[in-house]
Nanobody, 127 residues
Framework: QLQLVESGGGLVQPGGSLRLSCAAS????????IGWFRQAPGKERERVSC????????YYAASVKGRVTISRDNAKNTVILQLNSLKTEDTGAYYC????????????????????WGQGTQVTVSS
């Protein structure tokens, strides 16, 4: 079964950090561009970050730039999203998605569409 599973979410105080993982089963992530998205209640889904299959191009939304790092761990077949200096407005469900090599990407390595989506992991930033 081909699937993505996110983990690492939780409750953290403002200023804290979380390390989100996106793990694949049934296929190798090293050939896929990955995007991380989030959605807060009552708000539209927002693209947070993405990384191309080679790991050479990355993108960060302006709202998280300087506080978030995306990286690949091909040995573990995972993509990591490190969240630092978290703010209350970072609260939401975080999803990863994978796009295969036939899908075009932007100049920043972000796919225009995705083949697979995970179920999400909840991040809550609150004092």
């Amino acid at each position: 079964q081909l699937q993505l599973v996110e983990s690492g979410g939780g409750l953290v105080q403002p200023g804290g950090s979380l390390r989100l993982s996106c793990a694949a089963s049934g296929f190798s992530l090293q050939y896929y561009a990955i995007g991380w998205f989030r959605q807060a209640p009552g708000k539209e889904r927002e693209r947070v970050s993405c990384i191309d299959s080679a790991g050479g191009r990355t993108y960060y939304a302006a709202s998280v730039k300087g506080r978030v790092t995306i990286s690949r761990d091909n040995a573990k077949n995972t993509v990591i999203l490190q969240l630092n200096s978290l703010k209350t407005e970072d609260t939401g469900a975080y999803y990863c998605a994978a796009a295969g090599p036939t899908i075009a990407t932007s100049e920043f390595g972000c796919p225009y569409e995705y083949n697979y989506w995970g179920q999400g992991t909840q991040v809550t930033v609150s004092s």
